[in-house]
């Protein structure tokens, strides 16, 4: 009975260090999982264009120093000044190197603003600049609304 008594304990000792081990080894593979780094999105959009004239609108995404070519998500919102409840939202038409364009006219004078909404890696970023087409008084350049972006990640 002794001997089968210390083969049990043996055998209980070694289960609780395999255990033990287990744990830890689980313990540090979390603590060094790297917090990925942040999705940048650079919206490049001209100062100025005329009425009708084609403009190319540019969302460059990157995370850290790689160009982001698997966004889940990129849609141009266009809406003039004021107007912001008749935005339109548009797909990009053209997809290269972290690169998203669209490429699209305005029928009328005024300040436009163009937000991007990218969805990419388990983020979202929203950069918005602004654009005047035609001549605009200056009236409707002191009316502008803010031009801060948002991400939420």
């Not at 141009?76 to 290269?96: A, H, P, R, V």
């Not at 005024?110 to 983020?123: D, E, F, L, N, P």
Request: proline residues 3%.
């Amino acid at each position: 009975m002794k001997v089968k008594l210390n083969y049990l304990t043996i055998i209980l000792i070694l289960f609780s260090l395999f255990l033990t081990a287990c744990n830890a080894s689980a313990n540090k593979t979390t603590n060094e999982e790297e917090i990925p780094e942040l999705v940048e999105v650079d919206l490049q959009v001209p100062e100025k264009a005329e009425v009708g004239e084609k403009v190319l609108i540019k969302a460059h995404v990157t995370q850290g120093n790689e160009e982001v070519d698997d966004a889940d998500e990129v849609v141009f919102e266009i809406w003039k000044n004021g107007s912001k409840d008749e935005s339109q939202m548009l797909d990009f038409t053209k997809q290269e190197k972290g690169n998203y364009q669209l490429e699209t006219n305005f029928d009328s004078s005024g300040v436009y603003y163009i937000q991007v909404h990218v969805t990419a890696r388990r983020m979202h970023v929203m950069p918005k600049q602004q654009i005047i087409i035609g001549d605009v008084v200056p009236s409707e350049l002191t009316t502008t609304e803010e031009t801060d972006h948002h991400d939420h990640h």
